[in-house]
């Protein structure tokens, strides 16, 4: 993070996975499961970022955001939740399933799995207390909030470090698979599936830019994501302007560099 932005930011209170838990870093070019445990690193850190703005911004929204503030901001959280869901849901669909199938071995992602129910209420609580305000049945509550992140959180935080450990340790396997190519050919394949929804290219897809930030740990993934800088212009014109007041809570901006938070 820039020594500009001295106030609160997104690097906790929930830490982030460092880049070297996948054995990786700006030195260091990773290869095979490494490669695939830091792009797994990658998206969980987007997590992270996300219930950290959320959690940080909460408070000040709650007692002094005008009615479209706060709306706005329980929009950003509720997006940021269904992106996890359905990061969660393909991998237990597809993901997971394949790599058992490859490394030849059933069951063994199974404890990654499991830990998915250790978070599952409380994330399923948080979701819905956010629709709740949506629907005016109820009223943004920090605290409330607060709670409920604070219920699945380390939980799902846990899980989130496990799971790149798991990635990384399929090392053991390398010679049923060329991990990177399978990694690369089935996630490019969820994000094209996924662009076909237009819902999904101005609700989650920005979510991409805004929880990622390229001046981690020195630049180490400043690469990513892999996006010309014409086609970066491009998206923002199509698909991320149309709420570009939720993404504003998000700790970096849609070049996926840091700024500051506005309600920290």
């Not at 979701?127 to 005016?136: A, K, Q």
């Not at 009223?139 to 798991?166: C, Q, W, Y």
């Not at 979510?207 to 930030?213: K, Q, R």
Request: proline share 4%; with cysteine; charged share 25%.
């Amino acid at each position: 993070m820039s020594d500009s932005i001295p106030r609160k930011w997104v690097d906790g209170p929930f830490e982030l996975l460092s880049s070297e838990l996948s054995g990786t870093s700006k030195n260091k070019q990773a290869k095979g499961t490494q490669q695939v445990a830091a792009e797994m690193t990658i998206v969980h850190n987007c997590v992270i970022r996300g219930i950290n703005a959320i959690y940080l911004q909460a408070a000040k929204v709650a007692a002094a955001g005008t009615p479209e503030d706060k709306l706005d901001f329980v929009n950003f959280a509720l997006r940021w939740a269904r992106m996890l869901d359905e990061h969660h849901r393909s991998e237990e669909e597809e993901i997971f399933p394949q790599i058992n199938k490859l490394a030849g071995v059933s069951g063994l992602m199974d404890a990654n799995v499991d830990e998915h129910t250790m978070f599952h209420d409380g994330l399923s609580d948080f979701m819905t207390y956010l629709g709740s305000i949506i629907r005016e049945e109820d009223v943004l509550d920090a605290e409330k909030l607060n709670g409920l992140i604070d219920s699945f959180m380390p939980a799902l935080r846990e899980h989130l470090r496990n799971e790149v450990l798991t990635l990384k340790a399929l090392d053991k396997y390398e010679d049923t698979t060329d991990w990177m190519a399978w990694f690369k050919k089935t996630a490019d394949g969820l994000v094209m599936r996924q662009m076909k929804s237009p819902v999904f290219r101005v609700e989650s897809f920005p979510l991409v830019f805004v929880l990622h930030d390229k001046s981690f740990e020195g630049g180490v993934w400043e690469n990513f994501p892999p996006v010309p800088w014409v086609m970066s212009i491009i998206f923002r014109w199509m698909f991320f302007s149309k709420h570009q007041r939720w993404w504003r809570f998000a700790g970096c901006n849609f070049d996926s560099l840091p700024q500051e938070l506005l309600f920290a």
